[in-house]
């Protein structure tokens, strides 16, 4: 079955830079396009960046754009998210995101925490 394994959050300072990444297995993933999101406390989950099947096109939201970078290893099933001058306003729990066949699947998700 499908599978979405996020890992790399914890704590940074503002103005740091930290990556996540996400593992995924059960499904063909060079054939789907991958997905970032994140929920802070209190809020709606947000899409945050999306990459194409073959990684050569993707999007961020506005509010990380110039911060945050998606790619993907197709060779080896990984989409990462890179994010640099953090702010504690991207604190939340970062989450990989799939469709399959109009289904959506979603990692345990990895907590991300930018504070001094």
């Known amino acids: 079955q499908v599978q979405l394994v996020e890992s790399g959050g914890g704590l940074v300072q503002p103005g740091g830079s930290l990556s996540v990444s996400c593992a995924a297995s059960?499904?063909?993933?060079?054939?789907?396009?991958m997905n970032w999101y994140r929920q802070a406390p209190g809020k709606e989950r947000e899409l945050v960046a999306t990459?194409?099947?073959?990684?050569?096109?993707?999007n961020v939201a506005d509010s990380v754009k110039g911060r945050f970078t998606i790619s993907r290893n197709n060779a080896h099933n990984t989409v990462r998210l890179r994010m640099m001058n953090l702010t504690p306003e991207d604190t939340a729990v970062y989450y990989c995101?799939?469709?399959?066949?109009?289904?959506?699947?979603w990692g345990q998700g990895t907590q991300v925490t930018v504070s001094s």
């Open positions: 995101n799939v469709r399959v066949r109009l289904n959506d699947y």
């Open positions: 059960g499904f063909s993933f060079s054939s789907y396009r």
């Open positions: 990459i194409n099947d073959a990684g050569d096109y993707s």
